[in-house]
């Protein structure tokens, strides 16, 4: 009887969990339970978790890195993702302890971002391996635009994809 009660308590939690939904060109990183959602064309998300403390973050860049070498924002693969592991690093996460997912870097071969989405891929893929972080998944590239939610808590991500993204598909639950 303790271990359903236990399991209905770990059920409750998982759907009461804090959402957040995670704009373009931003990191949301906490230590506290949080389902985090994005939508996803070409961008690139990356999920890290931390396998011993339970926390982690993700990231939502658009292009892999600037023109302008003086534009250093999150909207920016070369930034993002080194900034949310330096966010996580500093919540006292051990670089040996992270595992990441990469999702997204769709083309849409009418507007040739075919070149966009395989630099941001190839970006989140060079600064993880360069760190020696795990990639347990990566769902990338293709035509189709991804819906994404990452739990920060368990380290699972769950990826809808979409033919169409649409105006509806952006919502903030926040």
């Known amino acids: 009887m303790f271990k359903s009660r236990e399991k209905h308590r770990e059920k409750v939690e998982?759907?009461?969990?804090?959402?957040?939904?995670?704009?373009?060109?931003?990191?949301?990183v906490s230590q506290e339970p949080y389902l985090i959602q994005t939508v996803l064309g070409s961008c690139v998300a990356v999920c890290l978790w931390d396998s011993k403390l339970k926390i982690g973050g993700m990231n939502h860049y658009i292009h892999s890195s600037?023109?302008?070498?003086?534009?250093?924002?999150?909207?920016?693969?070369?930034?993002a993702t080194p900034h949310l592991l330096?966010?996580?690093?500093?919540m006292g996460s051990k670089t040996d302890d992270l595992r990441a997912h990469i999702i997204g870097g769709a083309q849409n071969p009418q507007m040739q971002s075919y070149l966009i989405g395989d630099?941001?891929?190839?970006v989140a893929t060079t600064i993880l391996k360069e760190k020696f972080i795990d990639i347990l998944s990566s769902d990338t590239g293709g035509q189709i635009g991804r819906k994404v939610m990452f739990d920060n808590y368990?380290?699972?991500?769950?990826?809808?994809?979409?033919?169409?993204?649409?105006k509806s598909d952006w919502y903030e639950d926040n």
């Open 14 to 28: 998982e759907i009461t969990k804090k959402q957040y939904f995670l704009q373009p060109g931003y990191i949301f």
């Open 66 to 79: 600037p023109f302008d070498k003086n534009e250093k924002t999150c909207q920016y693969g070369c930034y």
């Open 86 to 90: 330096k966010l996580l690093l500093d």
């Open 119 to 122: 630099g941001n891929i190839k």
């Open 154 to 166: 368990t380290g699972d991500v769950m990826v809808y994809k979409v033919q169409n993204i649409r």
